[in-house]
């Protein structure tokens, strides 16, 4: 997924053109006017409005919970304008994955929201994840994203220094006092060794500082899928974390813009690619139960239309399909790019970041899916 979008793999073994996120452009104009695409005022972002870091506490008070078993957590798109708070109101999740964490140019080993300068980590939606938390919710920061993962500015692509990274990391948990840190690698940064290497080595540094500190902290990959699992390039991600004994909590695939040249029922495809996400997990961790591995899945959807067109459209009733499906496996994880789409806006558009190009009402997927959490 990137700040702008999420993609295919860049992988060498992958045949099919990559997947593209849309521009955010669109939904930034829609925005700039105080309104989302819902017809919803919202408070705007502003640089000059943020809050400095002396005018905010050092760390963000923590959920008064771990994360539950099993737990619907759509992106809410950072850069929109949109207050995260808002967004998890409106919607009814109580969840929401943030997307994106990343630097502001490569070489960097200083980390920001949307790698903007003026939106630095704590101050920076300390409010909004205070509020989301008030609600018996909590939020998971994504670091990453297609922006980063093409510009060279994910961290650990970004950074050289792998205790800088795992220092980059462990601010932003602290910071924002996080039960999850949630990592979308896609596109250049699933064939940059050396930065999968730094990344997976720092996170097992991570796991160590949080253990020694009585922190509960998972850790998830969000990766390209295709309809029958992922390709090489993700897992050579997971591979690579298991010879660097990281541990990987949830592997979470994204599962739309398959660019095969064919339709799919969307649904369908989601189940395909969860089954060979597990068999490929089976042979990385072969004394692990079938509940286990299941436990360790999660999918991101594209509700609508996604990038590739009327071809790839997950309807209502593909909701339906998946929510059944994920309850009978035990997934741990049901997401959406993005919580900003779900309304019926622009009928026949593919690809938005604002609407999901398909008749439906406000809320559909976030109220279809927001019972899964538990």
């Not at 994840?129 to 939020?139: E, K």
Request: aromatic content about 8%; overall charge neutral; glycine content about 8%.
């Amino acid at each position: 997924m990137s700040q702008h979008s999420i993609s295919r793999s860049a992988s060498p073994s992958a045949t099919r053109p990559a997947r593209r996120h849309p521009s955010r452009r669109a939904l930034v104009a829609t925005v700039a006017a105080g309104t989302t695409a819902l017809g919803v005022t919202v408070a705007l972002v502003a640089p000059t409005a943020q809050a400095t870091p002396s005018a905010v506490p050092a760390a963000v008070p923590a959920a008064t919970t771990a994360l539950p078993t099993h737990i619907f957590a759509p992106y809410a798109e950072t850069y929109s304008g949109d207050n995260p708070a808002t967004v998890a109101k409106n919607s009814g999740a109580k969840y929401l994955s943030m997307a994106f964490v990343q630097t502001n140019k490569s070489g960097s080993c200083t980390v920001y929201w949307n790698g903007s300068t003026s939106q630095p980590i704590g101050s920076t939606f300390a409010s909004a994840i205070a509020s989301i938390r008030s609600g018996g919710g909590d939020v998971i920061p994504s670091f990453g994203g297609y922006s980063a993962d093409t510009t060279n500015t994910e961290i650990a692509d970004s950074c050289t220094s792998v205790s800088s990274i795992a220092s980059a990391i462990e601010n932003v948990v602290t910071k924002y006092n996080l039960h999850r840190i949630d990592f979308d690698v896609e596109q250049n940064s699933l064939t940059n060794k050396a930065g999968i290497d730094r990344r997976n080595k720092a996170l097992k540094q991570v796991e160590a500082w949080a253990s020694a500190a009585g922190r509960s902290l998972q850790v998830s990959y969000t990766l390209p899928t295709n309809t029958d699992g992922l390709d090489s390039g993700g897992k050579g991600v997971l591979s690579n974390a298991k010879s660097n004994g990281t541990r990987v909590d949830v592997v979470n695939i994204m599962t739309f813009d398959y660019y095969t040249g064919s339709s799919h029922e969307m649904a369908q495809a989601t189940e395909t690619a969860g089954a060979g996400l597990e068999s490929y997990l089976k042979s990385l961790y072969p004394t692990k139960t079938s509940a286990q591995l299941w436990a360790m899945v999660g999918v991101t959807e594209m509700p609508g239309i996604d990038d590739y067109g009327k071809p790839e459209t997950f309807t209502e009733a593909d909701a339906t399909t998946v929510l059944n499906w994920a309850k009978s496996k035990g997934i741990n994880e049901i997401s959406m790019w993005a919580a900003e789409r779900d309304n019926g806006g622009c009928p026949g558009t593919g690809g938005s970041d604002s609407c999901s190009g398909i008749a439906q009402s406000a809320w559909y997927f976030s109220h279809k899916w927001e019972p899964f959490t538990g």
